[in-house]
């Protein structure tokens, strides 16, 4: 347990929802599992977490408000057309999918295309925890919502029709846009004789609202499918299944009927699982003993040339004459390897390139691949630099890198191999 933390709070940036949790140390001490969360409310709705919805002030620079009552505000500005000059984000965490690292300057577009560094979103999101310009867009917000209560209620079993409320203010949009009601086009449709639609409420038949978890479904099941074929996965014997759509029956059912030898754990409030798990471990961080890495992180360094093993085109001359190559992915820890939190996966020893130089300059890179020969391979990105000064003269100087994996960041320290110095590090992931 963290001594001298009064009290741990946690902040879950979800993909659609996000939410924050805290508990005393008094209270981890009686009950581990007693962990408080914030009620959002929206409407009529009361939910254990928020929209993941930001709006920021036309400055760029201020927060007006996260979740539900950004959705609001920036309701009310769209319908008065004084939201142009105002930043609205939703589901921007999906906007840095795929990317490894982040850096300064990446951009996210708002609701109307404008732009704002990653980093300004997300920091003014923390402490609170197609376009959005029609003067209707809290009847867009219900309908979302409505599916987002209903998911809890489909499952494959399920044959009867399920309903959703259509706000009357859309459907005399789609008459005004169409010159036809909705209820006049649906028997021209692919989903004629499958949805009704009778005053403000629509009845789908169930076939076509499990459709929409499909894709979704299908992509889990194929992921898992890949895991339990990895060596380090062998023997496991039960899924714990966390997150939003783990509430899910249709999901539920269908990890069930595809892995019928291995134990399925759903536990209460699956949503906040992840979030009072964060919680209980910023008490008690040693209750994990080991992760598995992600990514292969390494260094980018030079090597002598070796014919047969580097590309001759990378062949380069240093001052000395020697031919060498530049870009080299010294890999400190592979894809699937286990790290242990308390151990130093790796150490390396990097020498300086010049005679004169006072300083090298470690950049850090991460890959999916396990085996990248050069930080330029297709799928290598940059993480972080960090400087590390060298005192004395020659080229014979070098310094020991030492890089810590298992903990929730990467930890460096630096040994100066002719001066024997050792201290620890700092790591620029937004160099």
Known sequence: MSRDAVVVAAIDFGTTYSGWAFSFKHEFKSDPIKVSAKTWTGGQLVSSKGPTCVLIKPDGRTLAAFG??????????????KHVNWFFFRRFKMMLYGKIGMQRDI????????????????????????????????????????????????????????????????????????????????????????????????????????????????????????????????????????????????????IKIQFPDVRVIIPD?????????????????????????????????????????????????????????????????????????????????YSVGQADQQAMTIQFFATDKTDPMF???????????MQVPVPGFGCDRQAKISLKFGKTEIEASVKIVHTSDVSKANINFLG
């Open 107 to 254: 951009l996210l577009k708002d609701a109307t295309g404008k732009e704002l560094p990653a980093k300004t979103v997300f920091s003014l999101s923390a402490p609170v925890l197609k376009t959005f310009m029609t003067q209707h867009m809290d009847d867009y917000i219900d309908i979302f919502r409505d599916f987002e209560i209903k998911k809890r209620d489909v499952a494959p079993s399920r044959d009867n029709k399920v309903t959703f409320r259509i706000p009357i203010a859309l459907l005399d949009v789609f008459y005004d846009m169409t010159d036809e009601t909705l209820k006049q086009v649906i028997p021209q449709t692919r989903y004629a004789g499958m949805i009704t639609l009778t005053g403000d409420k629509m009845r789908i038949d169930a076939s076509v609202v499990k459709s929409f978890f499909k894709e979704s479904v299908d992509s889990i099941v194929e992921h898992l499918g890949n895991l339990f074929r990895e060596p380090s996965v062998a023997g496991c014997a039960a899924i714990v299944m966390v997150g939003g759509f783990s509430e899910s029956p249709m999901l539920q059912e269908t």
């Open 375 to 385: 930080v330029d391979d297709p799928g290598c990105n940059r993480i972080g630099i």
């Open 68 to 81: 539900y009552e950004a959705e609001s505000r920036y309701a009310d500005l769209a319908e008065e057309e």
């Open 269 to 349: 409030e699956a949503g906040l699982a992840i979030l009072k798990g964060a919680v209980i471990f910023g008490h008690c961080p040693n209750i994990i003993s080991e992760r598995i890495s992600k990514y292969t992180y390494g260094v980018a360094c030079s090597q002598t040339y070796m014919q047969g093993i580097h590309p001759p085109d990378r062949k380069t001359l240093n001052e000395d004459g020697e031919e060498e190559v530049d870009d080299i992915f010294s890999v400190h820890v592979r894809a699937g390897q286990k790290l242990d939190i308390d151990e130093v996966q790796t150490a390396r020893t």
